[in-house]
């Protein structure tokens, strides 16, 4: 399996799992936090594609998606433009809200769209490109995205667990 193929197959298990999470959620558990401090559904899907849109658009020089395609005015959060989500206070989190999942979907669409397009651009010798060199070691594009993929399929799945908690109450 070639680089793109496995990275892409990779990405497209994440898009998955947050159709899956969405898939026939009701509208009241989309913003419900079971705590006043715990994150709702809508925040950690908004949340890992903020990161994966800002990340991904970093690594490929690329406008993010929030901006170019006006996520960031349809979604209208009283939140920084560049936010993605980390360090938020329990305010913050509640902020984060949608009417329905259809916003969240196509955000991460777009998102998923794009990325795909990037990987398709790369190769194995890209991966070690270095895109962020205020860590030591400094960052490789193949750290960046394992770590984007740990991230987001770690929200993804936490999404779904608290979904599953919520209609059990």
Do not use: C
Request: glycine share 6%; charged share 25%; hydrophobic share 40%.
């Amino acid at each position: 399996m070639d680089t793109t193929a496995l990275l892409t197959d990779a990405f497209t298990r994440v898009n998955g799992e947050v159709h899956s999470a969405l898939r026939g959620i009701k509208k009241k558990h989309l913003n419900e936090q079971i705590d006043p401090a715990a994150n709702s559904v809508s925040w950690l899907i908004w949340h890992l594609t903020r990161v994966q849109d800002d990340h991904l658009a970093d690594a490929a020089g690329a406008e993010q998606i929030w901006h170019a395609q006006k996520f960031e005015e349809r979604f209208g959060l009283p939140l920084p433009s560049d936010d993605t989500g980390f360090g938020h206070a329990p305010e913050d989190v509640a902020a984060v809200r949608v009417d329905s999942p259809k916003p969240l979907l196509e955000y991460h669409d777009a998102v998923h769209e794009q990325t795909l397009n990037y990987l398709g651009t790369l190769t194995a010798r890209s991966l070690d490109r270095i895109v962020d060199d205020a860590w030591d070691p400094p960052v490789s594009l193949g750290v960046r995205l394992v770590s984007v993929l740990g991230d987001t399929m770690q929200h993804a799945g936490q999404a779904a667990f608290l979904r599953g908690v919520l209609e059990r109450r």
